[in-house]
């Protein structure tokens, strides 16, 4: 029988860090980037918090290729969806 309970995921620091920076871009707001990976905004925003009390720590994705894939992902769903701004 099924509680009806989700399964809860787990991110690595990696992930976590890597999405914070994304994040801290200035002109990327914290749920385009939310959507782009699939993750509740309130989830980025508290990994954001947790990264500026020192709570979370890492360098982030060493493939800045990747990263930058993600950040165009991102600016490109802003200019498809000019209401997130």
Not at 23 to 35: E, K, M, N
């Amino acid at each position: 029988m099924r509680t009806g309970r989700m399964k809860k995921h787990r991110y690595s620091n990696e992930f976590k860090v890597t999405a914070v920076k994304l994040a801290s871009h200035p002109d990327i707001q914290t749920q385009d980037v939310a959507a782009v990976l699939h993750i509740h905004p309130f989830m980025l925003s508290r990994w954001k918090k947790e990264h500026r009390e020192g709570k979370l720590k890492g360098t982030g994705h060493p493939d800045l290729k990747e990263i930058n894939e993600m950040e165009a992902k991102v600016a490109e769903r802003m200019v498809r969806s000019p209401l997130l701004h």
